[in-house]
């Protein structure tokens, strides 16, 4: 009873400092969630959001200066398109980059200032994408870190919680996907999570890496996923919270998370999991388990 008053207390402070707690504004008008921070973006992470929106217009989260203009094809480049496509990278204050993506064409070279309601592009399709999107980006140049968008943007009132689909324990003794009662043999398990949020954008449903997500073994935390930011190491970039595993070794398949081992006793053990997306909705599932003796 008391770990559950404890996880309640725990989300209800996280909801609220989700909600309250952003700086800055919508680049967009009405804007639609794509893709989030943290989702799989090939071989890596995504370093930002990708933004959907029936208005075109595009402006700063913030007044900044310009610190970077970067055209789809940049010469000398053996023609090669920039992944990002035209974007831009403002400068504000307290040490944070903003980068847009994708705009639609090439950005004024004449303007050094971007005032909070001034126009600085239009969404576009440049750079390895085919659709209209916006992708947004947030370096904090203190700490050299991407730092997910939507921990400082207005909430936009999801209230659906992720899809929590499937746990699951492996080891050389075999792979063992949790049901509501299950019994294993003792020992040592690596522990999946398979999970995702889902929204709805541009009149299609797209699935989205969630924000967080905790494993707790009879009240007792053990494993757990963060999507706060990412740390560049070794040219890769990883959560800058643990576990600090490149996208290729945390995801295992379609939107299944390998969070890392748990080792199990004899007896009866609750497994627990909460999985939380950006605007603080939480899915939580418990299994009971019997864990024999070898």
């Not at 094809?73 to 023609?79: F, I, L, N, P, R």
């Not at 996208?247 to 999985?275: H, K, R």
Request: proline share 6%; aromatic share 10%; hydrophobic share 40%.
């Amino acid at each position: 009873m008391k770990n559950m008053i404890f996880v309640f207390v725990l989300s209800l402070f996280f909801y609220l400092a989700v909600s309250t707690s952003y700086s800055f504004e919508w680049p967009v008008k009405n804007p639609q969630i794509v893709s989030t921070f943290g989702s799989m973006a090939g071989k890596s992470y995504n370093k930002g959001i990708e933004i959907f929106s029936s208005s075109e217009a595009v402006s700063p989260i913030e007044a900044g200066e310009v610190v970077l203009r970067c055209s789809e094809y940049a010469k000398g480049v053996h023609d090669l398109p920039s992944p990002l496509g035209n974007l831009m990278v403002l400068q504000h204050e307290r040490g944070i980059q903003s980068i847009y993506g994708h705009l639609a064409s090439p950005t004024m070279e004449d303007v050094p200032f971007y005032d909070i309601t001034d126009q600085l592009g239009i969404i576009g399709s440049s750079g390895t994408i085919e659709a209209r999107l916006l992708q947004l980006q947030l370096i904090d140049s203190e700490v050299n870190r991407y730092v997910n968008p939507l921990l400082s943007l207005p909430s936009i009132g999801d209230t659906s919680e992720p899809q929590l689909n499937g746990v699951s324990l492996s080891s050389a003794k075999g792979s063992f996907p949790l049901e509501s009662t299950i019994t294993i043999p003792q020992g040592r398990y690596g522990l999946s999570v398979n999970t995702f949020d889902e929204r709805s954008a541009g009149g299609a449903v797209h699935r989205m890496a969630p924000y967080s997500i905790k494993v707790y073994i009879n009240g007792e935390a053990k494993d757990s996923l963060s999507f706060e930011s990412l740390t560049i190491r070794d040219w890769s970039a990883v959560p800058t919270a643990p576990p600090a595993l490149e996208a290729a070794q945390l995801y295992s398949g379609p939107w299944e998370f390998q969070l890392g081992d748990v080792t199990l006793q004899p007896g009866e053990a609750a497994v627990e999991i909460f999985v939380n997306d950006f605007s603080g909705n939480e899915a939580i599932q418990t299994y009971r388990i019997e864990v024999s003796a070898n």
